[in-house]
């Protein structure tokens, strides 16, 4: 299947080919034809997949035709939860639309409104944007909405876990009824449907990738660790592996920068990327990661959603996160549009519950791998997480508890054999 059998047209077209693209993802493959034929969209897709050229395609051929865009009018809104979402949305929409007569801009909190007026002045054809700035550019009259087409939300599930109901709610109630819209998701909790069906009519499903599956182009495994000793764990695994581009989740800010500020101890270079830094110094964080010279990027969930780093081939989760349904999230940070990825948690004892939770939601158990010398001081009782679990109960994994079905490792025999050789003992084994 190409491009070319898909209803673009040929700018459309010439821009794919210029990014380098030769063969449609499968959520392009779905969405840019239901797109194209004007009918609202439900997809269920998680960053990594392709999603935003699957939504941003078709936006474009359906904006190049119609009306001119008026002074302060938005033609086609995309509103994202994060600041880093929202540029690099914008990213793409500039170069898909490269050879079309199309205006876009970029809007998000943290900088000065002021450019952001002006760039609305003129009218855009696609606006990205935060939901709390665009409210505070249409309380200043900036922006305007009477000649809206389409509303596409992304990321929508994030949206709603930090809070942003009620500005969407708001913004809505500002649109035009009639009008197309495209609600993108990673996973579907009860709130997200309840939203569809209020915001959607008549929506075609689609769904690149089972529901709330890590991509399975990312090979999955744990570390169990005492707490206290994660950080000395990560700088030994960026040196034993030689990782060379390594995005590192926390779950705070402070945990961020302190693991940050331990690496660069060892030897490594790393920078922190959250909520209280600056946007400059965020978007320098991420452009020197991309460029190779900071070789660990230390990131909060917020920081991290969107990021968009192609074939990014190692996440570390330091931290557990506190809602399973984040792990596929920072996951989605590797083996994109079908790279191989690697995705290795370290997990202390506390955490058990998070890992069974999340065991739980992506259906599958993760195999756990003692690194040597770093072996669990305390004895802790197995998991019963992971909806596969055979139901006899299994024998915890040597003294250190954190024991795996045997069988049901993530990973193939020939990859668990080979890794376990290297270094580590495979306790699931
Ligand atoms: P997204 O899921 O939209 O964040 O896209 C993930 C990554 O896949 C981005 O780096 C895109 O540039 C890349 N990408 C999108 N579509 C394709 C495609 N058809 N072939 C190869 N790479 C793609």
Redesign the pocket.
Known sequence: MTFNTLGLTEPLLRAVSE?G?????PI?LQAIPAVLSGRDLMAAAQ???????GFTLPLLQRLSIGERVQANSVRALVLTPTRELAAQVGE?VAAYGKHLPLRSAVIFGGVSINPQMMALRRGVDVLIATPGRLLDLYNQNAVKFSQLEILVLDEADRMLDMGFIRDIRKIMALLPKRRQTLMFSATFSDDIRGLAQDLLHKPTFIEASPRNAAANTVRQWVHPVDQKRKPELLSHLVHHHGWEQVLVFTRTKHGANRVAAKLEQDGITAAAIHGNKSQGARTRALADFKQGTVRVLVATDIASRGL?I?QLPQVVNFDLPNVAEDYVHRIGRTG??GANGQAVSLVSIDERLLLSGIEKLIRQVLPRETVEGFDLTSSISATTSGQHHSPTPTKPAAKTGFGTPQGKSALPAKQRSSRAGRQHRNLAG
């Open positions: 990014q693209y030769t063969t449609p993802t392009q960053t990594g997949t392709g999603k935003t050229a793409s968009d192609d994109r549009a």
